[in-house]
Structure formats: structure tokens, C-alpha cells
């Protein structure tokens, strides 16, 4: 597991992915030229304040896997 930790709003907080979501994440944020944090943050606004942050991370880069590969 790969800890990220961000700040959101102003409050410290943390996330947990594999190193493989981790490793995924990093190659999006690298051909986009933005932060990982930026990413992070941008998915933390757009979710249902209910779910898991970690979880709609992980949901996030397996859409974005499916979009390029269409």
C-alpha cells in the first residue's frame, strides 16, 4: 500500500492505494502536468461525501484507464 497524504480544505488528510493505483496515478498527473494532490483534491469535491476517499481514487484511475484504452 502506497499512503498519500494531501491537504483538503485546509485539513490534513490522508489516502491509501496500492502501488499499482499509486504507480497509475503518477504517470496521469506526470501527462497532465498537475500535482497528484491536485488530482486527489479535484476527485475529493466531485464524490458523495459518504464514500471513501481511497475507494473513488482507486474508481477514478480505473476510468481513466478505460477511457484511453477505448
Known amino acids: 500500500m502506497h499512503k498519500i497524504s494531501v491537504s483538503l480544505s485546509g ?7 496500492e502501488q499499482e493505483f499509486f504507480e497509475v496515478l503518477q504517470q496521469i498527473a506526470l501527462s497532465r502536468d498537475v500535482s497528484i494532490a491536485s488530482i486527489i483534491k479535484s476527485i475529493d469535491e466531485s464524490r458523495n461525501p ?15 484507464i478505460l477511457k484511453t484504452s477505448k
Open 11 to 17: 485539513h490534513q488528510t490522508s489516502i491509501s492505494i
Open 50 to 64: 459518504e464514500s471513501n476517499l481511497s475507494s473513488e481514487t482507486r474508481i477514478w484511475i480505473l476510468k481513466q
